[in-house]
């Protein structure tokens, strides 16, 4: 009798996973970054998926499949709705439906897309008086200042066992590609080094990922973690090669402080001052790492410090996300903190660019790598379009812990979009760069035979952006 309820049971639970509402979603596999692709994404091409706002396009769902391929003996309707905004400059209204006869093995549609939106398409056929539905798809519409950006992940806090990691800084760059990264860095702590070792071991090949300098900082005596990021010279060498120099800078900063705060140390504040300094003077972009890390049975760094850090606006970024794990999290939610802080900043009317990272010491046994994360909107990965993005309010951290819900915090207007693009786009582009990052890894351990092999894979995330954006043919 038990058997046959548990048979019943798994039958149940096997037609309700399966259902058209939910289209098989549940049961198709996470990325390395938690991300999945939607079945709809997988089966056909919609081309393109993200439009100009407030402009006529059209927009073609191509099958890619002869299981979801158009029939003659059916009848297609689309119904569409608009997410934010009802038109009101022509374009059809929330609820409309529109029978479609496919042509050429598509279905084309050509609306006017008005303002900044997502747009929501379902496809039903109807055969022998049954409705089903054969498809749901998703576009974006973008004003102009966005439309001719592209989404970036980066990870640029992460350490290799050049500093207390464990893989080599090769091995770290292959692992970041392979779990989707357009860009990276590794930030040793005071050593500038490994970034620039991975950096060199793939300078040449065919690869797509793009390796920038980076380190962790903290000067001696200061509590406060500052990271640099793409700066032409490390904090680290200017300390090795005269601290003495150093300190007197430091020392004329601290000396030159009018109205700190009663409580604020001093030194900490001007050792800060000098680390954000530097690294401008570099060409680099600093970020203020994990304020509200724990160490030392308490928070990192004290809070008189860290207001005033905040009301000066030192930093160039904020890690509104940092990489703890699972364990870390449900003992204190660093990034819940985290977030308040930034929301509450926000509030006060300071703005301030917002980054998330992954902070790995252990790139193969993390449960957080790959799914904490910077996502940045930048003309190019050219690492001065990123920081522009960055610094410009173009960016959100992502985080996906346990790899199961992504959320992007940031600008209002940016997690919007960004939450599309992590549903729509990002998961298809996570599938490109694994293979990519797996032979990366595989030409670090000296098999050689991989770079042809790359060079066959270079430019196809391009490629794909190229039809997500490009007009429909």
């Given at each position: ?48 998926r993200i439009v100009p706002a407030d402009q006529e396009s059209t927009v073609s769902f191509v099958p890619l499949f002869d299981h979801v391929k158009f029939t003659d003996n059916a009848i297609y309707e689309l119904t569409y709705t608009p997410m934010e905004f009802e038109p009101v400059k022509g374009g059809p209204v929330g609820g409309t439906k529109t029978v479609i006869i496919p042509e050429n093995g598509r279905i084309s549609i050509t609306m006017l897309f008005e303002e900044e939106q997502e747009h929501d398409f379902i496809l039903n056929k109807t055969v022998d008086g049954k409705t089903t539905q054969a498809g749901r798809f998703r576009i ?334």
């Amino acid at each position: 009798m038990f058997m046959k309820k548990r048979i019943v049971l798994m039958l149940v639970l096997s037609l309700f996973f399966t259902g058209a509402g939910f289209a098989g979603f549940l049961e198709t596999p996470h990325l390395a970054s938690g991300l999945q692709i939607r079945p709809d994404n997988r089966y056909f091409d919609v081309l393109p998926r993200i439009v100009p706002a407030d402009q006529e396009s059209t927009v073609s769902f191509v099958p890619l499949f002869d299981h979801v391929k158009f029939t003659d003996n059916a009848i297609y309707e689309l119904t569409y709705t608009p997410m934010e905004f009802e038109p009101v400059k022509g374009g059809p209204v929330g609820g409309t439906k529109t029978v479609i006869i496919p042509e050429n093995g598509r279905i084309s549609i050509t609306m006017l897309f008005e303002e900044e939106q997502e747009h929501d398409f379902i496809l039903n056929k109807t055969v022998d008086g049954k409705t089903t539905q054969a498809g749901r798809f998703r576009i974006y519409s973008l004003k102009p200042d966005l439309y001719g950006m592209r989404p970036y992940k980066g990870d640029f806090h992460q350490h290799s066992h050049r500093s207390d990691g464990v893989e080599s800084p090769p091995y770290v760059a292959g692992i970041c590609r392979r779990a989707g990264l357009d860009f990276t860095a590794l930030s040793d702590h005071h050593f500038r080094g490994g970034s620039i070792e991975a950096r060199d071991f793939y300078n040449g090949l065919p690869i797509d990922l793009r390796l920038y300098p980076g380190e962790e900082c903290h000067f001696p005596g200061n509590p406060v973690h500052i990271l640099s990021f793409g700066a032409e010279q490390g904090l680290t060498e200017l300390w090795k090669n005269d601290q003495a120099a150093c300190d007197r800078e430091i020392a004329e900063i601290q000396a030159a402080l009018t109205d700190l705060p009663a409580g604020v140390n001093p030194f900490h504040y001007a050792a800060c001052v000098w680390e954000t300094r530097k690294i401008a003077e570099f060409n680099g972009m600093s970020m203020f790492c994990h304020p509200y890390w724990v160490t030392g049975n308490r928070y990192n760094v004290d809070e008189r410090l860290m207001d005033h850090i905040f009301s000066t606006g030192i930093f160039d970024a904020y890690e509104v996300i940092s990489g703890f794990d699972w364990n870390s999290l449900n003992s204190l939610d660093v990034n819940g903190i985290q977030v308040a802080r930034y929301v509450e900043e926000c509030a006060k009317g300071r703005r301030m660019p917002v980054c998330g990272i992954g902070d790995t010491h252990g790139h193969e046994r993390s449960d957080q790598f790959g799914r904490y994360y910077t996502l940045v909107l930048a003309p190019s990965s050219d690492l001065q379009d990123l920081i522009a993005g960055i610094k410009g309010f173009r960016s959100v951290a992502v985080e996906t812990p346990k790899g199961e819900l992504a959320r992007a915090y940031g600008p209002f207007r940016i997690v919007k979009y960004a939450t599309y693009l992590l549903r729509e786009v990002l998961p298809q582009h996570d599938e490109l760069c694994f293979e990519e990052g797996r032979l990366m890894i595989q030409y670090a351990s000296g098999d050689t035979s991989a770079v042809d092999r790359l060079a066959l894979l270079q430019g196809q995330v391009a490629r794909f952006y190229d039809k997500v954006y490009s007009p429909a043919k």
